[in-house]
Nanobody, 126 residues
């Protein structure tokens, strides 16, 4: 079992920044891949960013590339998402997720993930 708890969401003006954190517990954090997804009202959950277990590889949705940075601190069992130049369309509930098992799905697909956090709200005002 893996427990994931997000924090760091809030209300920010367009152009501002936020850093989300995801604290993991229950299994060896450094042994699995992680991702961030988001879901806006009335929309499907969408991929934001992913990072492999040793932080040697990252991937981003086109909509956030160049503005968001995913990172992890395996010593602290924590995943991060640094968000800059925020736009109103970034408003959503942000979820972190852990991919424990080997999967045929890429890390861009929510089906690749086994555990999810409860989400943290990010609201960007114009």
């Amino acid at each position: 079992q893996v427990q994931l708890v997000e924090s760091g969401g809030g209300l920010v003006q367009a152009g501002g920044s936020l850093r989300l954190s995801c604290a993991a517990s229950g299994r060896t954090f450094s042994s699995y891949n992680m991702g961030w997804f988001r879901q806006a009202p009335g929309k499907e959950r969408e991929f934001v960013a992913a990072i492999n277990w040793f932080a040697t590889s990252t991937d981003y949705a086109d909509s956030v590339k160049g503005r968001f940075t995913i990172s992890r601190d395996n010593a602290k069992n924590t995943l991060y998402l640094q968000m800059t130049k925020l736009k109103p369309e970034d408003t959503a509930v942000y979820y972190c997720a852990a991919a424990i098992r080997k999967s045929t799905y890429t890390l861009r697909d929510h089906s690749a993930y086994d555990y999810w956090g409860q989400g943290t709200q990010v609201t960007v005002s114009s």
